[in-house]
């Protein structure tokens, strides 16, 4: 079982559900280490003091703010242990919402919510209260030395908590858009309907893997056991496209044919 990475209450009204928090998800990527090719040595490095060129051990390293005008105020644990947050240890309830709402854009993190010795009723009050009632909570919370906001919504009998970035944090995007004076026809878009149409299914991410871990997981393999992978032929560019419709239409074709091929293939 997970270790918890944090301990507090849901304030929910006058109701207080103790609770623990644990990170729902794990990142599997792919990592290098940098190494001295001669040997396989890693390289090392060292944290130096910029002014007396000192090696600092991590124990004595502070954090430190340095403002627009290039001072730097030293800040101590006391410095933050005093801060007048009341959400240090306590999740507090601000909203009411549904959960389509919430812009996906927003999400940073997903944690579960355990409930905490007597927090088991109110846990479960809460739980069936937001599935009944199709809501999810809006929340403030503070973790890890700064304070977000955050869903609590429930999922497979548990409540996950989404940590959520603040409004500032995301970049506008306008500069991304096409220019307005590009169109498309009606055909096209219908023939991009017919190809959404044969992709269209339900969700099930256990269909999908990490190709790029997997080749690289493949080729670590054969370089411990001495063997040469076998050398993949290079796809043939493809063509650049102008006729849209054409395009898709041979893009549904495709998918009509992959799907069949993935039906056959589970069915045996």
């Known amino acids: 079982m997970p270790r918890s990475i944090w301990k507090g209450a849901i304030s ?20 290098f280490r940098q190494v001295h090719p001669e ?8 944290r130096v003091c910029e002014k007396c060129d000192k090696e600092v051990p991590f124990a004595e390293i502070a954090k430190g703010y340095e403002t627009a005008d290039g001072r730097m105020v030293i800040l101590e644990k006391e410095d933050f242990d005093a801060l007048p947050l009341t959400t240090t240890k306590s ?5 009411f919402v549904a959960e389509d709402e919430v812009d996906p854009t927003y999400f940073a993190k997903t944690y579960f919510l355990e409930a905490d010795g007597p ?20 929340v403030k919370v503070a973790l890890r030395s700064r ?14 908590m989404h940590t959520m970035l603040w409004p500032d944090e995301l970049r506008d995007g306008a500069f991304a858009a096409p220019p307005a004076e590009v169109t ?52 043939p560019e493809e063509a650049e496209v102008v006729d849209l419709v054409a395009a898709l239409r041979a893009s549904v074709e495709a998918a009509k044919k992959r799907r069949e091929g993935a039906e056959e293939k589970k069915a045996m």
């Open 91 to 95: 999740v507090e309830v601000v909203q």
């Open 184 to 235: 498309v026809s009606e055909a096209e878009v219908d023939m991009a309907r017919s190809f959404i149409d044969a992709l269209s299914g339900e969700f099930d991410p256990s269909q999908f893997t990490d190709a790029y871990r997997e080749a690289i997981e493949e080729l670590v393999k054969s370089k411990l056991d001495g063997v040469e992978l076998p050398v993949e032929t290079e796809a």
């Open 12 to 31: 929910f009204g006058l109701v207080t559900i103790p609770i623990k928090l644990y990170s729902a998800t794990e990142e599997k990527d792919v990592s």
């Open 39 to 46: 040997d396989g040595g890693r390289i090392k490095y060292r």
């Open 119 to 138: 927090g088991v009723k109110p846990y479960v009050l809460l739980r069936d209260a937001l599935i009944q009632s199709g809501q999810s909570a809006v």
């Open 147 to 160: 304070e977000a906001i955050a869903l609590i919504r429930p999922k497979d009998g548990v409540l996950l």
